[in-house]
């Protein structure tokens, strides 16, 4: 049999890097993969413009396949894919004829759900001139019904591969096995396979694709992906050439994981407890590399959240209102506050925000213990939030002086992430009603009733506050994904706050990149 590889690390590893790769890594990836038997290198993404930053290899312009064309210098085919949620058949044209003589192979990721759609966006790729590749998502919630592939008997002049992908990482041999045995034995296209390594069967479920006969094997360099990442190019490579009996001189790959192990120490993927559930549990690994990379929220937690998730269940907690609390606590009667993110800006104007809120005899929330201790002297009423493990980094602390300085804590009603607050603090723990009002159990629910800006702001509207200002809430300059996807849920908070409680003015008095009404501080004190 004829196998061929796909190494997919520059497309699947942006995740991690916003698609930006220095120069020197790429070429020496590019040249080392033309020197291994890889068929084809999926280079990146061609994707219509985003409003967010995304780098280089999410949007391929000419001059970079160009370059990266003349590194191949024959060598491996090279592949793009198209990102089927951002782009509809009419976009195509637009984005992909410039690179038709350098580009041989252009894949979509598809819901089964959306077959149709996937295959509209094929016939406008084809049309182009292009081979076609389809990769068809969720391959283990498709149990043992294959009939969904039906669709594909004559496609065989639109599509040229047909993928199964294990998105969750929740197959096993025998499932792998006998999916792409039915495709292979039904179907008129090559079949892929592309596996991910959540429960460590990445390998495992490639060697059953390849007993199926399978056509094609994607691979990543140390498995570098979204979350547990992927089957490892090196791992698959050392294996086709025992098997087959081809010398390799893996020499150059070895200079290569090098520089790749030092990307994986920084970014850290790979499989871990959380992906492990997540992939046993059939659940999408998205998810988990969203609450993991945002550091809000500890392993044990993430592992509690979706074995509820995985039982619908959510046992949190629950404590008393803080709004039914306030006359008891001494705050009914504010009317300014001022919610301190973890920003640098809220540590170097510390003593400029401790004098404000005194002079406006208001009160000081902590949106997070970041730069709590800053504030520890401050002879002025403070509360402190706690969202995803900040209770368990408050337990660790275990300072008097610290715990004193704050009237009580506060974290989102259920259901939330799991929040394990310590006994010795629960008598002062209160929760609040998030701002946005999303009752159902989803994951972006969960994420956004535990965002610090959150819960402060929800502390704001339960003590009918008139006025609001932040400090500390810098903004990001560029950014990673992550970074960027936390700028958003601010932006997106901030937008929906204001817009909901048009008679709450919120202002910032340190400098920041969102987009909010600002003031100095200092002009306020001299006032």
């Known amino acids: 049999m004829q196998l061929n590889i796909l190494d997919c690390t520059l497309r699947d590893g942006g995740y991690y890097t916003n698609w930006d790769f220095s ?37 391929l312009p000419n001059s970079s396949l160009m370059s990266l064309y003349k590194i191949v210098n024959g060598g491996p085919k090279l592949a793009i ?32 759900a959306k077959i149709e759609d996937g295959i509209a966006l094929a016939k406008a790729v084809k049309e182009c ?30 599509v040229d591969y047909l993928y199964l992908v294990d998105s969750y990482g929740a197959c096993y041999p025998q499932q792998v096995r006998e999916a792409v045995k039915f495709a292979v034995d039904n179907l008129p296209q090559k079949i892929g396979f592309h596996g991910h390594d959540n429960i460590s069967l990445a390998f495992a479920n490639a060697l059953a694709a390849i007993e199926a006969g399978v056509d094609i094997i994607d691979a990543t360099v140390l498995g570098m992906g979204r979350g547990a990442g992927n089957l490892r190019t090196e791992l698959i ?13 893996l020499s150059s790959l070895a200079d290569l994981l090098e520089t790749f192990q030092t990307m994986k120490n920084h970014y850290g993927w790979g499989s871990e407890l959380p992906y492990i ?50 006359k008891n606590l001494d705050l009914q009667n504010f009317k300014t506050c001022v919610i301190v993110g973890g920003g640098s800006t809220a540590a170097e104007h510390s003593g400029a925000i401790s004098e404000f809120v005194n002079k406006q005899q208001g009160l000081l929330i902590h949106s997070s213990l970041k730069n709590a201790e800053v504030y520890s002297k401050a002879k002025i009423p403070q509360i402190l939030c706690l969202p995803g493990r900040e209770a368990e980094k408050l337990k660790r602390l275990a300072a008097e002086d610290l715990h004193n300085q704050f009237k009580g804590y506060v974290l989102s009603s259920s259901p939330r992430m799991t929040s ?21 159990n989803s994951q972006i629910a969960l994420m956004q009733q535990d965002s610090p800006l959150g819960i402060g702001l929800s502390i704001a509207q339960a003590l009918n506050i008139e006025s609001v200002y932040l400090s500390g809430f810098d903004g990001y300059p560029g950014g990673n994904e992550v970074e960027q996807e936390l700028a958003m849920e601010v932006q997106d908070i901030l937008e929906y706050f204001t817009t909901s409680n048009i008679n709450i003015r919120v202002r910032s008095l340190t400098p920041t990149r969102y987009d909010l009404q600002q003031h100095s501080v200092y002009a306020l004190l001299r006032n």
């Open 23 to 59: 120069n020197s890594l790429v070429q020496n990836y590019i040249r080392t993969m033309a020197d291994l038997p890889i068929d084809y290198i999926e280079i990146g993404y061609r994707n219509p413009t985003q409003s967010a930053y995304q780098g280089e290899f999410y949007y």
């Open 81 to 112: 894919m198209l990102d089927a949620k951002n782009c509809n058949p009419g976009d195509v044209p637009n984005l992909l004829n410039d690179c038709r003589d350098v580009v041989k192979l252009v894949r979509m990721a598809v819901n089964p």
């Open 129 to 158: 001139g292009f081979d076609v590749a389809l990769n068809l998502m969720y391959l283990s919630k498709a149990g043992d019904d294959y009939s969904f592939l039906s669709r594909f008997e004559d496609l065989e002049n639109v």
């Open 237 to 249: 490579i050392a294996y086709f050439a025992q098997v087959f009996d081809k010398p390799i001189d």
């Open 277 to 326: 559930v997540s992939g046993l549990a059939d659940l999408p690994q998205k998810d988990v590399m969203e609450w993991l990379g945002k550091k809000r929220y500890s392993t044990s937690t993430v592992v509690q959240t979706l074995q509820g998730k995985q039982q619908n269940i959510f046992p949190n907690q629950t404590y008393p209102k803080l709004s039914d609390a306030a």
């Open 420 to 440: 394990v607050v310590p006994r010795e603090l629960s008598e002062k723990t209160f929760e609040v009603e998030p701002i946005t009002q999303i009752r159902d």
